[in-house]
């Protein structure tokens, strides 16, 4: 058994990064510059949002955030879409979610030019991402891809076994996974009415778990020398921790990992490289790498 440290190759990645921006900057060239709206207090979200700040210093991009308390109105949200879509120093910018209740979040995503949403959740990059086209992609899916390709893991012919079916992760990551230019793999989906889910995840070479429950994949469930990818970060209590809780994923590690030849750990496995791939996805953007 092999564990995929994320943190690691985040770090390379980030490395690789900032090496390149240096080289821009240097050759009189503009710094990427990323902008994230973060609305309310969420604490999921703050981490998420303060780690992408920092991951931008990492990586040498200027950073915005802008803060909105959670009555806002959708559209003073949206002129504040409006307002980035327009600014040309920012090269891409998020709208960290979930928003709150009385917001309408497709309408917020698509408010977004698609050639700044670095996000990849407009439905311009999902669509031309789905059909093979140079666009934005998800970052948590990305990330997967890359671990896969940075140890070397074959996917091409491979069945690939996804649990999930979110527009964020699982299906950006059965789109990737089937395509002949990334994954090249045999994709079944399987979700929370799949009758056969464990025959399923039993037949997988690789098994990409996204379901937001903790510990649902259980050793009899996974091949012997399957890969396995666990995507969940459910906060559970733990009293023993400072922050008062510990990130679960979505795999009974413990008992898994024995039977795997690939496994990624959580934390400190897709969880770095989701933001690692929003700083590659906001270089991109600042090179119009995809659009002009
Ligand atoms: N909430 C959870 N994951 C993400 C993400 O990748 N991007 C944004 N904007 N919000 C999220």
């Known amino acids: 058994m092999e564990l995929i440290d994320g943190k690691a190759t985040a770090a390379t990645i980030k490395a690789e990064i900032k090496q390149e921006v240096d080289n821009i900057v240097a ?8 902008a994230a709206i973060l609305v309310g207090h969420d604490g999921g979200s703050e981490t998420y949002v303060k780690n992408k700040v920092l991951a931008c210093e990492a990586c040498g991009f200027e950073s915005t955030l802008i803060r909105f308390e959670d009555d806002i109105t959708e559209e003073e949200l949206l002129a504040c879409v409006a307002k980035l879509n327009n600014d040309d120093d920012v090269d891409g910018f998020i709208v960290q979610l979930p928003l709150p209740k009385h917001i309408n979040e497709q309408r917020v ?8 949403d670095v996000d990849g ?3 311009i990059n999902v ?3 789905a059909i093979g086209l140079p666009c ?3 970052a948590t899916p990305l990330g997967i891809l890359t671990l896969l390709q940075r140890y070397n893991i074959p996917t091409s012919g491979q069945k690939c076994v996804i649990l999930g079916r979110s527009n964020i992760v699982g299906k950006p990551m059965a789109q990737l996974m089937m395509q002949k230019q990334y994954g090249d793999a045999t994709v079944t989906v399987c979700h929370s009415r799949s009758k056969t889910l464990k025959e399923e995840c039993q037949k997988a070479d690789i098994v990409i778990a996204a379901i937001g429950k903790p510990n649902f994949v259980t050793a009899d469930m996974v091949k012997e020398g399957a890969t396995v990818i666990d995507v969940g970060t459910t906060r559970v209590p733990d009293a023993t921790r400072k922050s008062g809780f510990r990130l679960n994923g979505d795999v ?3 008992e898994v990992a024995p039977k795997c030849r690939y496994i990624t750990p959580v934390p400190g496995g897709v969880g770095p490289m989701t933001i690692c791939m929003l700083m590659l996805n906001t270089l991109a ?6 659009y002009k």
């Open 285 to 290: 953007a600042g090179k119009k790498e995809f």
């Open 27 to 34: 050759q009189g060239g503009k710094r990427p510059h990323l």
């Open 127 to 129: 669509g031309r991402m």
């Open 109 to 116: 995503i698509e408010a977004i030019d698609y050639r700044k």
């Open 252 to 254: 009974k590690f413990d």
């Open 136 to 138: 934005f992609i998800s």
């Open 121 to 123: 959740f407009h439905p």
